[in-house]
DNA sequence: CTATAATAAGAACAAACGTTCTGATTTATT
DNA sequence: AATAAATCAGAACGTTTGTTCTTATTATAG
């Protein structure tokens, strides 16, 4: 008997997903695993379908898990690392994947000041925020105050909605945002990018 | 006469592709976008590859430009919210892009811990890591001590380089760490990405 | 060698596909 | 009201698709 070697077939059509972003027809894979017939094909496929590296999409096209993408960084770097990092390389937009769950309705924000670094929120930070009017209490929101955009979190007390910033060394600068008629809510943080400013130059000393 | 919206065609497809990762075909667009004729929804298509979100992979189906990926960045003033419109064009960046030079060299790496809180490094942060040992005094690195990796300050001073935490009120808990013989650093901090836990559901989804 | 299961190939088919054509309807402008 | 372009719909085409069936070839264990 033999063992079908799953492995071989997969890598190449990771490599070629890498390429071209897109897992072909039976037709197609025939071609680049070299295989003459696309029951063949069909039946390399349904391996990989129960490996977990495929799945169907609906419409019954193929699609990749995301087993397709994993690759731990231990092994290639060093073995027994207890923890496992992630490795981005094979499919760029996975950080986009994992972000952004409804792009036609979320945009990036620059952040300004230091209101809300007490939840981690930075000058310089691009908030994720998602388009919407129905927030919680206690959630962060983009809020509309005096025709400028700001991030507070949303409060609510006997005399109504208000909006706070999160700075406890500087509560003092930042006081409680309590609209004049309406408070208008642009969208809600979703999350945030950050990009660390390096040190200019990189000459430290190898170690 | 009129214009078509290209826009909330193309929203309703980036929104699709979010949730199942692929293109789907004129037929189940038709569906997705509405229209009763694949004649017509082969026009919008058309117009979208016209506009540069969409392309022919080889073979023949559709998949994404770089172009479908942008999202939209926001400005302080309320004055140029972000229609969508085509006269002023909207300031757009690709997550991707922005956050990593180095594909093959860059990896995220789960922050575990309150050490560098005050860099605003939060637990449950993923922190993006790209490979390289050259480290400049001050800069943020990811170190392995005890066969552990470690997120923290690279310091020096008279007896050699050590690691230090970020993290002021519990100073005492995260005493600098200096290496038994060696320092072995993996990587440098270059950035980070934060999915916000919403109140009530939405865990993250694996990346 | 023989038996057996994995591997490979080909033929065939209904369904879905991308595309083109032709015609109807809507819309804004004159 | 008349016009012209944009929008929408339906039908029809040849091709590719995913899938199943049947049959040949290989490799290994007994």
Redesign the interface.
């Known amino acids: 008997m033999q063992q079908l070697d799953i492995f071989s077939y997969l890598g190449k059509l990771q490599d070629y997903y890498a390429r071209?972003?897109?897992i072909?027809?039976t037709t197609?894979l025939s071609v680049l695993w070299n295989v003459k017939a696309r029951s063949w094909t069909h039946q390399i496929v349904q391996r990989l379908k129960e490996e977990g590296f495929l799945e169907n999409?609906?419409?019954g096209?193929l699609?990749?898990t995301?087993r397709f993408f994993e690759r731990i960084?231990g092994h290639r770097?060093?073995a027994?690392?207890?923890?496992q990092?992630?490795?981005?390389?094979p499919e760029?937009?996975?950080?986009?994947?994992?972000?952004?769950?409804?792009?036609?309705?979320?945009?990036?924000?620059?952040v300004?000041g230091d209101s809300m670094?007490d939840l981690?929120?930075?000058e310089g930070?691009?908030v994720i925020?998602e388009r919407g009017n129905i927030a919680?209490i206690?959630?962060?929101v983009l809020a509309?105050v005096d025709?400028?955009?700001t991030l507070k979190v949303l409060a609510r007390d006997q005399e109504g909605y208000y909006l706070e910033a999160r700075n406890e060394k500087r509560s003092a600068d930042y006081p409680s945002i309590r609209p004049g008629h309406k408070l208008e809510i642009y969208g809600?943080?979703?999350?945030?990018?950050?990009?660390?400013h390096?040190?200019g130059?990189?000459?430290?000393?190898?170690?």
Chains 1, 2 share one sequence.
């Open positions: 071209e972003k897109i072909p027809s197609q999409a609906p419409g096209r699609r990749p995301s960084v770097v060093r027994g690392l207890p923890q990092a992630f490795d981005v390389q760029l937009l996975r950080i986009d994947d994992y972000l952004i769950e409804k792009p036609s309705q979320t945009i990036l924000f620059p300004r670094i981690g929120i930075l930070d691009m925020i919680s206690g959630q962060v509309i025709n400028e955009f809600f943080y979703m999350g945030l990018i950050r990009k660390a390096l040190p130059h990189r000459s430290g000393s190898s170690l």
